[in-house]
């Protein structure tokens, strides 16, 4: 079964957004110059980003973990506490842009890849995002997925820790004996 959740590790500022929303109109009107035509979708998603850009609700995140290949717009109803799987809010969120390499904008996620996500947030923005640094790289704070998938998800992760746990004693015992 495929995980489907996404591991973030920051949010972005709104000064970030800004300054990386007007190179991304930059980079997007370069390569619809470089075509003749957009179509009547890539057109809506491009007029929702600009509108998304100074969105109170819609909040920018790093994903550095994205086990899905799905296209937007992908909802999800549940953010987690990476640290402590205890820890969950219930909440109505929909990933509606991503960003690949700073510079891409994507229908799709990159399976497996780290990127940008723009995250609408409906009614609240969850309190648990406050755990995430701003405009910072310090690890992965929380995750994102809808409660059906939460069960295999835990305890995935729980046993990765466990795993992880157990390579680092062994590690450690070696060390000591060397």
Known sequence: MKLRYLA??????KDALIKSGSRLSKVLKNKISERNELTIEESK????LEKDLINNNVIRLVSVHTPIEEYTPVKFNLVFD???LNQTENCDLTVSHILYLRNNYLSQFPLGHH???FVECEPNIPELFDKLP????????????????????????EDSK?????????NLNNNKRA
């Open 162 to 170: 466990r795993n992880f746990e157990k390579w680092k004693q062994e």
């Open 82 to 84: 990476y640290e402590n």
């Open 115 to 117: 990127c940008e996500v």
């Open 8 to 13: 973030i590790d920051r949010i972005l500022s």
């Open 134 to 157: 701003i405009d910072f790289y310090d690890s992965i704070k929380i995750g994102i997925c809808n409660k059906s998938d939460w069960p295999t998800i835990r305890s995935e992760l």
């Open 45 to 48: 998603k491009i007029e929702q």
